[in-house]
């Protein structure tokens, strides 16, 4: 039907576009870039930025859940359904008084200062706060990225380190 350097470029067309497609949703994934847990006062400036290097990439399926180093559970979770990031592929959670404002809003005072950490999971709705470990595989969540962080602490979040498989925690 074709001749044969015809057959062969579709071929080759066909072996680049999957190779596209495949890169292209590897770089896709989100991570956490920036957290700002300890502002003065009463923390009312908090913030969480998410990036991904696709511009505009939706976080439908994605859930922010962030650890009590102490208890090594939950405290507090978010859905990320509904938000996407801007054209330099980022979005931001946070209280309402941050500037710029926030894609989403949080409560003033959501993140507790450190040691603690926060991780992204892929998982279709968020889990009860209070009740969840770090290894929330069970539930059939995909450990994204997260972020292991401490406020001037003696101590580092060591627990939620292995749990969540980090090596570094970040002083705020």
Do not use: H, W
Request: hydrophobic share 45%.
């Amino acid at each position: 039907m074709y001749n044969l350097p015809f057959q062969i470029y579709l071929k080759m067309l066909k072996k680049l576009l999957l190779f596209l497609l495949i890169n292209n949703a590897g770089f896709s994934q989100v991570f956490i870039n920036e957290l700002d847990c300890d502002t003065p006062s009463i923390d009312v400036l908090e913030f969480v930025e998410f990036r991904t290097v696709t511009p505009n990439f939706s976080l439908n399926g994605y859930v922010l859940i962030f650890f009590n180093e102490g208890t090594g559970l939950s405290y507090q979770s978010f859905d990320l359904d509904g938000m996407v990031t801007d054209v330099n592929g980022i979005a931001t959670l946070g209280s309402i008084g941050v500037s710029p404002a926030p894609d989403r809003n949080a409560p003033d005072n959501f993140i507790e200062n450190g040691p603690d950490g926060l991780a992204i999971y892929q998982l279709n709705s968020a889990p009860a706060n209070g009740k969840t470990p770090a290894q929330i595989t069970a539930l059939g969540a995909v450990l994204i990225d997260a972020l292991i962080y401490e406020t001037n602490d003696a101590v580092a979040a060591t627990g939620l380190m292995a749990a969540l498989g980090e090596t570094i925690s970040y002083d705020e």
